[in-house]
């Protein structure tokens, strides 16, 4: 059972690319600890599923991250609807392969919009929030790919090393507004997406080799360290980054 953190009660937190996966395990997380809950994402099915099981204090609004009108006015509907935003989780990303012959400059273009650039944009949208606040809390979800140097991704994880550099910048820029920002990186996370298109018997196998821990991550251990960041207890963090990976790296 997660630990119950009290300061989290009524906070309203926004979270990206909450509808699955490890986005999912977020937006489930955070409701139960009674905070008040938006959260974005384009599987209009799973997440409008998601925000009626959890309630009213959940909101499910509709937005392509990589259209940056479209976020923000996404980010005011949540606002609009559940009040100032404290706490903000830049978890959406999309880990699709691509051959280094294959790219070409739009492709690139395309991969930093929704592994990168979003994360920038919403940050800046809820500033206002927090410094009227008086403090704040946001995580970036960066990844363990680049520091293993995984291939067959290089957009992808030129995207994600960048998100460490992003992370410390605003974590020295909004520090004087209390406002702290972290990455974390998760290894290899056993969501549905992972075990549908990339987890081979092969995979498992180097995997399990690699991790200090030999046994499956799963998305709720990825929320758990969400939330601490989130909460008081990490009132002394800021400028970070936390691997989360089993000891793989």
């Known amino acids: 059972m997660a630990a119950i953190y009290p300061d989290l009660a009524g906070k309203v937190v926004l979270i990206t690319g909450g509808a699955s996966g490890i986005g999912e395990a977020i937006v489930r997380s955070f409701a139960a600890q009674g905070a008040h809950v938006g959260f974005l994402d384009i599987k209009d099915a799973e997440g409008e ?7 009213s204090t959940v909101r499910y609004v509709h937005a392509d991250l990589t259209n940056i009108p479209e976020l923000r006015a996404a980010i005011a509907t949540v606002r609009d609807a559940l009040g100032p935003i404290t706490v903000l989780v830049n978890n959406a990303a ?13 492709y690139w273009d395309g991969r930093v919009a ?31 790919s680049w ?19 992003l992370t410390r910048s605003l974590a020295r820029d909004f520090g004087p507004d209390n406002i702290r920002v972290n990455a974390i990186a998760p290894g290899w996370i056993m969501t549905k997406r992972q075990k549908e298109l990339w987890l081979t ?12 821990l030999k046994r499956q991550l799963v998305p709720d251990e990825m929320a758990r ?25």
Request: charged share 20%.
């Open 201 to 212: 018997p092969d995979g498992e196998r180097e995997l399990m080799q690699r991790q200090c």
């Open 94 to 106: 999309h880990d699709e392969r691509h051959r280094t012959e294959d790219v070409t400059p739009e």
């Open 49 to 55: 599923a998601l925000a009626t099981e959890l309630g």
């Open 147 to 165: 520091m293993v140097g995984q291939g067959g991704m290089a957009a992808y994880t030129a995207c994600k090393s960048a998100v460490l550099g």
């Open 225 to 249: 360290v969400v939330l601490f960041l989130a909460s008081e207890e990490a009132s002394a963090c800021t400028n970070q980054h936390y691997v989360v990976d089993g000891g793989w790296v």
């Open 114 to 144: 929704v592994n990168l650039r979003h994360q920038f944009f919403a940050a800046q949208a809820v500033l206002p929030d927090m410094k009227a606040a008086g403090g704040g809390a946001i995580i970036n979800f960066g990844s363990t």
